[in-house]
């Protein structure tokens, strides 16, 4: 792994890196992460009772906004044109919470990593809004990039998931 900083300029102050000179490629990313409620939550999000409305749907479209606007809330994000963003819930009733998967697209000059991983934040954080009306014990953890493809820095599969 490289030890030089490339968000820093030689003053030491940060700087958006040139990404002019790359090569346009296809590049993919898959994040996840969880969010634990109690189990009335999770029952009732999954009946569809919560008094705002249809829970995973909204969080859906939160998480897409969310993966559109990583460049406005990430300082050295390049604003880059996300061609797909597609986010999936999976109900975890054992361990009462829902796991978030994001996946996302770009043909370009740098990484879609941070949309991805912005993307299941946004969508767990809306969650977390529809719901804590009725349960303030919610807990947003595990957040992580699982895999990842394209570009000069190669491919990335985290393992033992």
Known sequence: MSEVFTHINEE???RM????EKDNTIRQAIASGKI????????????????????LAVAQ????????????IIPM????????????????????EIEIVAMTKTVGKTGIEMEALTAVSAAAL????????????????DIMLVKKSGGK??????VGL
Not at 126 to 140: G, P
């Open 12 to 14: 030491g102050r940060a």
């Open 36 to 55: 634990s409620m109690e189990k009335d939550t999770l029952e009732r999000i999954k009946e569809g009772t919560i008094s705002k409305g249809d829970v």
């Open 61 to 72: 479209v939160g998480g897409i906004m969310g993966a559109k606007s990583t460049s406005q």
């Open 17 to 20: 890196v040139d990404v002019s």
């Open 77 to 96: 994000c390049h604003n880059i044109l996300i061609s797909n963003c597609d986010i999936n819930f999976k109900f975890d009733f054992e361990n009462s």
């Open 153 to 158: 820095s190669g491919d990335f599969e985290r």
């Open 126 to 141: 809306t969650i977390y809004d529809m719901c804590k009306a009725i349960d303030r014990e919610m807990v947003i953890s």
